[in-house]
């Protein structure tokens, strides 16, 4: 059956949920060997490397239960207002020196004042005239009217997770909705900005949720999609959910393989949590990862990811 799924998908058909509920009784080696040949067909050795900062951290409003930044949390993060565009072009500028194609800012809170946002444009606009790296955005749930500013300037793709499936999210958050969400996404998109959206793993969930998500994003059109190992931090609020193992995140990015074939699969948190940052992954339908330090958990080194990632035969 899935050596059968494998050749119509690389033909033009979608699956639906049926089958890719039936991909999970499949044995892990074979289905991702198939999800890699499907990532292959369609994309080739092409493989997208990202860098992120966290341009303005912590006191967020929201109540995400896995999140660090939550101001209804007690961590010891480090708490900012937003970088300095100094700070931002360096910053931008040092990851483009160690060879990374594609920056993004990433800042707490539920949305960006119109102040922020009028600071953070000035930002993109300097980053895409001095640096010349592609540049993506992370603020939350903006609307198009911040989403055509953020166009205006060079953005190229904005980031926006579900996290989760639509029956699970209000299980982690239940200071703003799904649709607000969706709502955002829809904006960027309507703005003529590429969208990035995924989610995490390990908060709960059901294997039906993860299934419902992958159906989700395929509805919503999504190029880019980041998926999460839960890497829990003391003090957040999501402390008794049983982890995900690594075979269970394989098997489901595999199957993310079979029902997004086209899109860009990324890993992002977590990594540190899989053989070799991920390495696995690669070989069964990943096609995308963020490099260096993530928002507040440490990342894998740029120049070992490229040297990993070359060493599989991809092209950056």
Request: include cysteine.
């Amino acid at each position: 059956m899935i050596y059968e799924l494998m050749e119509n998908i690389k033909n033009g058909y979608l699956i639906g949920k049926d089958e890719a509920m039936q991909l999970l009784d499949c044995e892990l080696e074979t289905l991702a060997k198939c999800a890699n040949e499907i990532r292959e067909h369609f994309l080739g050795n092409k493989f997208d490397l990202c860098s992120i900062v966290n341009g303005k951290s912590g006191k967020c409003s929201e109540d995400c239960s896995f999140c660090a930044q939550s101001a209804n949390h007690k961590t010891n993060i480090d708490v900012y207002p937003l970088m300095t565009t100094e700070e931002l072009i360096s910053d931008a500028s040092l990851h483009k020196n160690k060879g990374v194609k594609r920056y993004s800012i990433v800042t707490s809170g539920k949305r960006l004042s119109k102040n922020e946002i009028k600071n953070v444009v000035d930002s993109y606009k300097a980053i895409n005239q001095s640096v010349g790296i592609k540049t993506c955005a992370s603020h939350g749930l903006l609307d198009e009217e911040d989403m055509e500013k953020l166009k205006e300037v060079g953005v190229e793709r904005y980031h926006n997770n579900l996290e989760t499936s639509r029956r699970y999210f209000e299980k982690i958050c239940t200071t703003h909705t799904y649709d607000e969400k969706i709502e955002t996404i829809k904006a960027a998109q309507k703005s003529g900005i590429e969208v990035c959206s995924g989610g995490i793993f390990g908060l709960g969930e059901t294997e039906e949720d993860r299934i419902d998500m992958a159906f989700e994003l395929r509805e919503l059109g999504i190029k880019s999609i980041p998926l999460n190992v839960l890497n829990y931090i003391e003090g957040t609020s999501i402390n008794n959910a049983k982890p995900i193992t690594e075979d269970e995140f394989l098997k489901v990015l595999a199957i993310f393989r079979f029902i997004n074939p086209t899109s860009q699969i990324r890993l992002a948190g977590g990594r540190n949590l899989l053989t070799k940052y991920g390495i696995l992954a690669f070989k069964g339908g990943a096609n995308a990862t963020i490099t260096g330090d993530l928002l507040t958990t440490c990342g894998n080194g740029i120049e070992e990811d490229i040297k990993m990632i070359k060493s599989l035969g991809f092209e950056i």
